[in-house]
């Protein structure tokens, strides 16, 4: 069972990835599309994000007590950070999810399970 309803398609990194740079070349927009300049918009992107929890201390998994709205401008700012995290890969040169999943490799060595029943609170 894959959850795509008919005519649903996979969403991928690299469907992402073919969709930002369409988009990107469609609005002659590339010539923007710097490192530098993707860093600086993922950062206020991250700070838009940021806003969203400011004042709300701490909050549940799950979200239960949010508004639909408050969810759905969650998702559309998530959404902005993952799509200049996206564009930025693209424009380094660097496979994102290849580069993802050897950072959880190397995690797993950094920070092995503990079989003695320690604490399992350790950062990434």
Not at 15 to 39: G, Q, V
Request: glycine fraction near 8%.
């Amino acid at each position: 069972m894959t959850g795509l309803k008919e005519g649903e398609e996979r969403v991928t990194l690299d469907l992402l990835t073919k969709k930002m740079d369409d988009f990107a070349r469609e609005r002659d927009w590339e010539r923007f599309h710097s490192p530098r300049n993707l860093l600086l918009a993922l950062v206020g992107e991250m700070g838009e994000l940021s806003e969203i929890f400011q004042w709300k201390g701490e909050v549940p998994k799950g979200l239960p007590n949010w508004k639909d709205e408050e969810k759905q401008h969650l998702g559309e700012e998530l959404s902005d950070v993952l799509l200049y995290l996206v564009r930025l890969s693209d424009v380094c040169g660097v496979d994102l999810g290849k580069a993802a999943l050897r950072k959880v490799e190397l995690n797993a060595l950094k920070y092995p399970v503990n079989v003695d029943g320690g604490s399992k609170k350790q950062e990434l």
